[in-house]
């Protein structure tokens, strides 16, 4: 990886005795190394997988775009019609007479007070749009300490299946020892649980995941992609890994299975992810059949037995066929593991 974190004020980790940290935290995959090793010690990180398609990704992201091209725009009037004014202004003060040149002496309170107000007035307009307005469209195409949304969708691109890194905002300046202190820990861990939901995760794509907890990390992105291209890891090691760093153990993940929950929310992730498959490929009506037909069965009388099991999986399987898509394959490529409830494996 050619970007390299700068060691943080926390100097080279503690080792505990018993050498590993306590559940629900462990170590991270060792494949994520070179990725670790561009992340800033201070920060909190999670990861995963955006499966929205990249038609919408491509819509979602024209907003942003469009709107500092528009501010962009603003500034570049204000300055093409303010400059010549301020250039007089300027010739003024060095002692070259011209229209803005105010005498004093030869001029009423009744002109000077007006002009005063109207050069204050311009002046606090432009400082205001070159403090506050200006550095958007910068920091969107040109930012440097964490990359810029430009530079991330310049070097990704927009792909069906995409690598969304946030990182914690200032809140992780008072998070405290969450390994050893408790109250830090469940508070930790309830703002991670929120931040990981399977709705949420599912509904929004990943530029709209930034809020006042979360920043997205567009260099970070930039990296993790970078190592799924180069066969240096799979896309499959991003999917929801929390990181962070503690003095004592070094850098950690949450294991999000043993978490409160944690079984059904991966299933509900799983569903999610294949109705965003199936939506991408213009059959998202066959994914609200296959919930129909389960959900219709699972409530007849005797039950959902082993047999009717079998029997409305090969409905299902039909059905899909019929649309030309093999279920089992279209939902290996976009869950990646398991079967779904309601549908047993094929013989």
């Not at 070159?130 to 991330?152: I, R, T």
């Not at 799983?270 to 296959?290: H, P």
Request: proline share 6%; with cysteine.
């Amino acid at each position: 990886m050619a970007r390299q974190r700068v060691p943080g004020k926390s100097g080279p980790a503690k080792p505990k005795k018993d050498g590993g940290p306590p559940v629900p935290f462990k170590r991270p995959p060792e494949v994520l190394q070179p990725f670790i090793d561009t992340l800033d010690e201070k920060h909190v990180y999670i990861t995963h997988i955006d499966n929205k398609p990249r038609d919408f990704k491509r819509k979602i992201f024209a907003v942003p775009v469009l709107m500092n091209l528009g501010l962009a725009a603003l500034f570049a009037y204000r300055v093409y019609y303010i400059l010549p004014y301020y250039l007089q202004i300027f010739a003024s003060i060095l002692g070259y007479p011209n229209e803005t040149t105010m005498v004093v002496d030869e001029m009423d309170w009744s002109e000077i007070i007006p002009e005063v107000a109207k050069r204050a007035f311009s002046f606090m307009l432009d400082f205001l749009l070159a403090v506050f307005l200006w550095p958007w469209p910068v920091d969107f195409c040109l930012s440097q300490e964490h990359g810029s949304p430009v530079m991330w969708r310049w070097n990704v691109g927009f792909r069906d299946r995409e690598i969304v890194v946030r990182r914690s905002r200032k809140w992780n300046d008072s998070k405290g020892d969450i390994i050893n202190d408790s109250g830090s820990k469940s508070l930790f861990m309830s703002r991670i649980s929120a931040s990981t939901s399977p709705m949420l995760v599912s509904e929004k794509t990943g530029y709209l995941l930034m809020n006042a907890d979360w920043d997205l990390d567009w260099a970070a992105m930039v990296d993790a992609h970078t190592m799924v291209d180069k066969k240096m890891a799979a896309i499959e090691a991003f999917k929801m890994v929390v990181l962070f760093f503690h003095e004592e153990f070094g850098w950690l993940c949450v294991d999000m299975k043993l978490g409160e929950g944690g079984e059904e929310d991966e299933k509900r992730r799983q569903v999610f992810a294949f109705r965003d498959a199936l939506a991408a490929v213009g059959k998202e009506d066959l994914f609200y059949r296959w919930i129909e037909i389960v959900e219709f069965e699972s409530t007849q009388p005797g039950g959902f037995t082993a047999e009717k099991q079998e029997t409305v999986a090969k409905q299902i399987r039909d059905m899909f066929n019929k649309q030309g898509i093999n279920f089992d394959e279209f939902w290996k490529e976009s869950v990646g593991e398991g079967i779904p409830g309601g549908i047993s494996k094929t013989s």
